[in-house]
């Protein structure tokens, strides 16, 4: 009984060795923030709609993208297009207001997004207002790209002994 317990505290040793514990600090992410003008039915569901239209335009813009500097250098370079993208669907729907986009620092609660969980704290941000942006929000992760991925083409395989390993000791 003691080698097979011996036996498993080495393979768990090894597993952290070789696969490591993945732990990423706030740094490593950047986070979108979509702020609708208020709670009215109407601006929330035209926030969704931006949020539609955003993700599909940047999934491409950062799918090459292989670093969080390296992503916010392109959104940087893109904010008036997020800026016309979320006007232009704003206005197609009738709204008197326009949008805002920038990349800054932000407090975040904590979240979790399926396996994920990101503790609160400030993050980077990719910051959308629409109108007066004091409406209920919607946020994820840009990098990385955690909503900006096809999941439906995405494969996930897992080791039994390797989650365990995490479940314990990371």
């Known amino acids: 009984m003691k080698r097979v317990l011996i036996v498993f505290l080495l393979i768990f040793l090894l597993l952290g060795i070789f696969c490591g514990c993945e732990r990423k600090s706030n740094e490593e992410?950047?986070?979108?923030?979509?702020r609708a003008n208020s709670n009215s039915e109407l601006d929330q569901a035209i926030k969704m709609?931006?949020?539609?239209?955003?993700?599909?335009?940047?999934?491409?813009?950062?799918?090459n993208c292989s670093s969080k500097q390296e992503a916010i250098e392109?959104?940087?370079?893109?904010l008036d297009n997020i800026e016309f993208?979320?006007?232009?669907?704003?206005?197609?729907?009738?709204?008197q207001y326009d949008s805002s986009a920038i990349i800054q620092k932000e407090d975040f609660p904590t979240r979790s997004y399926g396996d994920i969980t990101l503790?609160?704290?400030?993050?980077?941000?990719?910051?959308i207002n629409l109108g007066s942006g004091?409406?209920?929000?919607?946020?994820?992760?840009?990098?990385?790209?955690?909503?900006?991925?096809?999941?439906n083409n995405n494969r996930e395989y897992k080791s039994f002994f390797y989650e365990?390993?995490?479940k314990y000791f990371c």
């Open 119 to 127: 503790e609160s704290g400030e993050y980077d941000a990719l910051i």
């Open 164 to 166: 365990l390993f995490k």
């Open 49 to 63: 709609q931006v949020k539609n239209e955003v993700v599909t335009y940047l999934s491409k813009k950062l799918e």
């Open 134 to 151: 004091e409406g209920d929000n919607w946020w994820c992760i840009v990098f990385p790209p955690l909503c900006f991925v096809d999941k």
């Open 85 to 95: 993208l979320a006007n232009t669907t704003l206005h197609l729907n009738g709204m």
């Open 29 to 34: 992410y950047l986070r979108i923030h979509i």
């Open 74 to 78: 392109v959104i940087n370079s893109e």
